[in-house]
């Protein structure tokens, strides 16, 4: 049985991929874009959707997230993820192998290859690890997992410490056209920290960990990368130092891309304090301070920064219930990620809505050289229609994912995902009876 079509009508058409942002139709049919246009004709039996005053775009692509699945299910599954991202506006997600087991040989590629068929909203493109068990000791069958199916190499969560097994692992990845992804740390210099090394870690008595952990990694990685010539990525870039390098290396021909996520782009280490050690700050890299955000998102207007990406780090309630010092690091953010951004930088007018969703959509799958990110006629139909000044409200009953681990729980912000389509299906609608809280028991 054929899906009907569906059109789109008199939208805001923003896609950065062919420089387009007016007012037009668009018409998905058979799974791909049929056409983009001006007053086009609804198909007989065509679903409408009325999108006046409404951003049309293609589907968010998220370099970085975690599904947890297999091994931690009781944070996240492969089918309670992308319902998140598609309640996000996202259709294409790449997730980390920092599952149990690790995704590190071909097996475990193919096993999750198959849960993601079974299970997922969207398409789920998985990242293999650079190291077997992300142990730092040995390396991964980088050629079977790419037959398998992954997009790119990381031990995101665990940084490679050995130089030479780093430059090892670059050379395979460019062997196999596979872009290397970097969570830049130096576990010396980190060792034991709990959120950024600053006043405020010193005021609230917390152990520290400084930029240079970040930002010394980042030169040696970008000095391994010009000499194997791989394409590197840097995940969740947070200092102001690594961008100075990372924009070095760059105008010196080294393939290097990176990405931000919304919450180092709009949040600082006092948040730490202001919100009394609540653990939903506690992530790594750390909260930095407000010279490193402004850095950040002087970087995203630049060029510097390629994509945003939420690294989506789901965590049970009972172990962001710890004390700060023993709570796991990550938060939540495919659902909350549109919302921050808009609220934070729209009305402020620091980024404008083409340059929103470039970084969302187009420039991630250049950073990757994937499909999509585009609304070009004949691709797969991954559109995400969202308002610029509906709200949201953040509920634990309104969330898709199967955790809460969210600064942004209980607020409201501007910013809305209206519907998102895969493939032309409509995979989530807004439901503004899901935003209202629980009523609480009647006494007795």
Known sequence: MTDKPIL????????PSRGVDQVLDVLMKDGVIARVGERIAAPKGADVFYAEGLVVAPGFVDLHVHFREPGFEHKETIATGTASAAAGGYTTVCCMANTDPVIDDAPAVAFLVRRIRETAKIRVLPIGAVTKNLEGKELSEIGLMKAEGIVAISDDGKPVSNGQLMRRAMEYASMFSLPVVVHAED???AQGGAMNEGLVSTRLGLPGMPNAAESAMV???LQIAALTGTPLHFAHVSTKESLALIRQARASGVKVTCEATPHHLTLTDDA???????????MNPPLRTEEDRQALVDALNDGTIDAIATDHAPHHPDEKALEFADAPFGIIGLETALPVLVDAFLPAKVLSVSRLVELLSTSPCRAFGLQGGTLAEGVSADVVVFSTENKTTFTAEALESRSRNTPWLG???RGRVERTYFGGREVYRYDESRRRPAAAPASR
């Open 411 to 413: 607020r409201t912000l």
């Open 8 to 15: 789109i009508a008199g939208g805001r058409v923003v896609d």
């Open 187 to 189: 576990p010396h210099l």
């Open 272 to 282: 730490v304090s202001r919100s009394r050690y609540d653990t939903n700050y506690k």
């Open 219 to 221: 030169a040696r990685d």
